[in-house]
């Protein structure tokens, strides 16, 4: 029997839908494949189509802009359909939408049942006045550029469509326009507040001298320093003046969160999206079972070379990887927890270990390490609270950095590029989710030189207790904050201004300093 054929749903004159011309449009080619022939059921599937059209398949959408079967034939065991849609009812969406009324009319009616969806082609056109460098994106297998449409083919069965695939890359594709649109800039920047102009009598890079006096080394791996006893004690001193002057006085209780962090942690913080150039990945080995290593032992033994690429062969996928930005682990001890109302605000700092960034070709000295030092502070709360501790911060910062430090230097406000991506990028100006950079002059870089990024204070929103599933006992919407002390960027900035000689220091940090240790001497 030759298959039964089916007119166009919508005729071709029929004027764009509102928003078409400037907005996603999907087309999405598919089967349902049925259980026996359905070419008996057309009038009823025909039918079916029609009433859809004008109900499940807008519902939500704004007039106009629903999704809508534009074309339809039935070959034996397959219904086969064109679905054609904006942003709002998307095409996997109405597909998903049918299936289940359909297959109840045509089990009552016809004993016929829908097996499963076969997938012909999925297209989605997204406008963009620029062309995107070629990539590899997962169930993508074509990206064409043509009179300022990004055309996507997709790949996708019914398992993709049912867990959203297509959604995510839309997300992905939006993410990437907005990147675009963004010049390449990471952030935005509005300054908030500069110190006066300070004269420096010491102008040499600060690693440098401190390295040329003895105070540290580099270490083994790259990115990385072996501190002395004059610079670590430089490093306690700056710790104890954040515990002193902030900590203690604000109320903070120290914890200790874990450094190697597993994909689960970053996959609820969000870091997961795009942390993969910069972490330091931890393998396991796939056992310790010394016979299974004993190739790796005997190469070592006879040529004193360690073999790597026999260790490739040896060890698992990785879990994860070490320390990138220290709070998300702390996260994990309050997930899935409801924490009595009055707990708030939670207030607590790390300081038990090691960060690891691969900072690429972009190491210099002590102020940009691939293993660096760092003081955590967080704190949880409604927003009122976590606003509030956030302004704390600021007013114990600047008493830091104006009286005990006396450093040149200034806050600015930026939107980090996570935030831009969650639709935040305007809401510096109502100082609430965001961060404060805290940023220091290098006299040895020059008068129009970069300045150091040497501190920062964010503010988080709901974006971890909402990833981490943290609910209060009141049912109030909670937020957080964290504020990093990096204690080389803190030294670097110090020394680059202030130099080496506890003369030229400001007496409060002299004090605090003490004697400096004698050094370690060679011959």
Sequence with gaps: MEPKKRAECCPSDEPPRNGDTTDFKFRLECSLRTSADATKAADVI???????????????????????????????????????SGRHVRVHDALLRMRKPLAGKLGKDFKIGIRGIEVGSYTIEVPSEKELPQMKIPYVTGITYEDGIIRLELDVDEAAMSNRVPDRILSLMEDKLEQQSYGGKTEHWHILWQSE???????????RAMMEAGWLKRGASRGQWIHGPQSTRMFRTFERIVLEELLEPLGYREMI?????????????GHAKGVYPEIYYVCPPKTRDPEFWEEVIDHYKVTHE??????????????????????????????GETIPTDEFPIKVFDRSGTSHRYESGGIHGMERVDEFHR???????????????????????????NEILDLEWRKAWVTPWFMAQEGLTGVSEQTEAGTTDYEAVLPYRGEDGEWLEFQNVSVNGNKYPSGFNVKSQSGEELWSGCSGVGLERWASAFFAQKGLEPGNWPEEFRKRAGEIPQGIRFL
Excluded at 197 to 207: A, G, I, S, Y
């Design 46 to 84: 025909g039918g079916y189509i029609d009433e859809a059209n004008r109900t499940i398949l807008t519902k939500g959408a704004p007039e106009g802009q629903g999704a809508k079967v534009t074309a339809w034939d039935i070959e034996r065991d397959r219904i086969k359909l064109t679905i054609e």
């Design 197 to 207: 102009k300070k004269e420096h009598n010491f102008t040499e890079d600060p690693t």
């Design 257 to 269: 969160f874990p450094k190697l962090v597993p994909w689960e942690v970053w996959q609820k913080s």
């Design 306 to 335: 360690v073999p790597t690429s026999l260790i490739k062969e040896k060890i698992g996928d990785p879990i994860g990887g070490m320390c990138y930005a220290q709070c998300p682990p702390f996260w994990t001890y309050l997930q």
């Design 375 to 401: 003081i955590e502070i967080l704190w949880v709360g409604n927003k009122h609270q976590v606003l509030e501790t956030a302004t704390q911060l600021h007013d114990r910062y600047m008493h830091i950095f």
